[in-house]
């Protein structure tokens, strides 16, 4: 039985960089990095992230919504709605049955859950907000966006730590070929820079040291990079059968040609030393999309700026794609954002395709001795792309790939 076609219709995004797609677009165009001083990190090792600016939770959400809801749930919200008006759809007039909402997530309701824990420790049980529960599950999230979009199929979410909203995707797409769905909404929201996660990452030795020059902190695949730095946002891509987009009238952004997903089944946060794993879900995405690895024009790399992830990872690249396509990371301007990270790399990637333009990577200034790929850097590169990948790898051994193609 051959697949039906599934394309990208409709972008979200909630990012350091901003609100709304157009305006993370020209921040990662510019490669301005949005690290910072965070004084809610305020006396820790590590006190800047990547954190969304002027996030006003009650424009995409209703009264009685904002009190139920963690920061993370009002992310997605906000990134639903924008790829659902992208993508021309109504939720006054769709059939909410057909529609499917999948998002990923690694901590859901961390605020909220830190807050009250804090309530409690100093105040007592009654300081325990009635909502906590609520707002920290990890459904949550896709639940209010299935609440505010009047979406009732299946909705699910997704936890597979880091690659939770390539493997949201993946799914959407298979729920599309099965015919049980018309829409799925599919993507991630974290909002977990607290200051509980941030000592975690710390003693683990995942965060970079350099409190001196925040800003310069993120900088995947360079000879001086010393770890990541925390962000946090939306990411949501909305999918739909070619023929039915077509129907519609609507002239999709991109062609989601192929997924492949994998576990290394190895270690519970280092990588495969080889990537070899990985290599498989790469090499998945390819085969599905019927593509052979020499047609990949574009790499939108994982890309952490921690010192092994990158390394791995670059080589794993190089091996499966030794033709030197160009790659980028968008984690040098926008930090990374856990469960939303993924979705939102791979809207970017959507986008490099239809701009036919590569964002540099930010705070690349040196590539590391040990790394051999067509890092794009300084400036924005223009390129004839008509095949991308969007690489996602997650704590737990968690790979997923996803293949784009330039909607012709």
């Not at 190089?318 to 990371?329: F, K, N």
Request: hydrophobic share 45%; glycine share 10%.
């Amino acid at each position: 039985m051959t697949r039906p076609e599934v394309v990208v219709t409709g972008l979200g995004m909630v990012t350091p960089a901003g609100i709304g797609v157009e305006t993370t677009w020209r921040a990662m165009v510019v490669g301005l990095p949005t690290a910072a001083p965070d004084p809610a990190l305020a006396g820790l090792p590590v006190d800047f992230s990547c954190r969304v600016p002027d996030f006003r939770p009650e424009e995409f959400l209703g009264r009685r919504a904002l009190w139920r809801t963690d920061r993370c749930s009002q992310f997605a919200v906000a990134a639903a709605c924008e790829g659902v008006r992208d993508a021309r759809l109504d939720p006054e007039t769709w059939n909410g049955t057909r529609v499917a909402v999948i998002i990923g997530t690694c901590f859901g309701g961390q605020w909220a859950c830190e807050s009250a824990h804090r309530g409690l420790l100093e105040d007592g049980h009654d300081a325990v907000p009635p909502t906590l529960v609520p707002k920290m599950l990890p459904n949550m999230p896709a639940a209010e966006v299935s609440m505010a979009l009047r979406a009732r199929g299946i909705s699910m979410g997704m936890s597979t730590a880091c690659a939770s909203s390539a493997n949201a995707v993946a799914l959407g797409r298979d729920l599309l070929a099965s015919g049980a769905y018309d829409v799925v909404i599919a993507g991630g929201a974290d909002a977990a820079v607290t200051p509980l996660i941030a000592a975690g990452f710390h003693r683990m030795g995942a965060l970079s040291g350099r409190r001196d020059a925040p800003a310069a902190a993120s900088r995947p695949f360079d000879a001086d990079r010393d770890g990541f730095v925390m962000g946090e946002g939306a990411g949501v891509l909305v999918l739909e059968r070619t023929e039915d987009a077509l129907r519609r009238g609507v002239v999709p952004r991109a062609t989601l040609a192929g997924c492949g997903s994998t576990n290394d089944a190895l270690h519970a946060t280092a990588p495969h030393p080889e990537h070899r794993v990985a290599e498989a879900a790469l090499r998945a995405a390819l085969a599905e999309a019927g593509a052979a690895p020499e047609e990949v024009g574009h790499v939108n790399a994982h890309g952490t700026s921690t010192c092994l992830n990158d390394v791995t990872e670059a080589a794993m690249i190089a091996r499966v794609l030794p033709h030197a396509p160009t790659v980028t990371s968008a984690k040098g301007v926008l930090g990374h954002s856990f469960g939303a990270s993924a979705a939102v790399e791979a809207a970017l990637t959507v986008l490099t395709l239809q701009e036919q333009r590569v964002p540099p990577t930010a705070n690349l200034e040196k590539v590391g001795p040990d790394i051999e790929l067509d890092l794009v850097s300084k400036v924005a590169r223009p390129q004839r792309i008509d095949l991308a990948v969007s690489n996602a790898f997650g704590f737990g051994g968690h790979n997923a790939v996803l293949a784009l193609r330039r909607w012709a």
